[in-house]
């Protein structure tokens, strides 16, 4: 009998693992897809902005900054509601939730990665019925960089 709940846990959490989308999956998935727009901004092409941005419009968190993807859905709501399926199974393992936010129709994720007191990646998730999009932002950010994003 102990035998039998064990493989039946062990599965569960086998099935639970395989249906948990990564970010880069979702990334794969959608990037190629009519009405979808993906960039995809590496840390030379972060340096070569941050040289040409002024300092009080944020090149210093720029630089900490060494990778950028941003994915992006348009006018395509069946496209919309594929894509909110698999996002909402995204594996928070290893994320912190920022921000969760369900509101008139548009849902809203902000997952973090933390090492010591430095954010190394965020996710943004952006679902509404005719566009979704998604960020994630890789580097070195402190809880400041983030609050001068956000203002």
């Known amino acids: 009998m102990k035998k ?9 959490v ?10 880069e999956d979702l990334f794969k998935e959608f990037k190629d897809k009519a009405n979808a727009e993906y960039i995809e901004i ?10 040409f941005a002024k300092k009080d419009e944020g090149s210093d968190i720029i630089k900490r900054v060494s990778h950028l993807s941003i994915l992006n859905i348009e006018n395509d ?12 199974s995204l594996s928070r ?6 921000v969760n936010s369900n509101e008139d129709n548009e849902k809203t994720l902000i997952l973090v990665k933390t090492k010591n007191e430095n954010i190394t990646e965020m996710v943004v998730l952006n679902i509404e019925p005719n566009e979704c999009s ?7 950010l402190r ?5 001068k994003l956000s203002n």
């Open 93 to 98: 393992n290893g994320y912190e939730t920022m």
């Open 143 to 147: 809880a400041s960089d983030i609050d």
């Open 42 to 51: 590496p840390k030379a092409m972060m340096s070569m902005a941050s040289t």
């Open 77 to 88: 709501p069946q496209l919309c509601r594929d894509f909110s399926k698999r996002a909402l």
């Open 14 to 23: 086998w099935v639970a693992n395989l249906a948990a989308q990564s970010v």
């Open 4 to 12: 039998t709940i064990f493989t039946i846990m062990l599965m569960t």
């Open 134 to 140: 998604l960020i994630q932002i890789k580097g070195k």
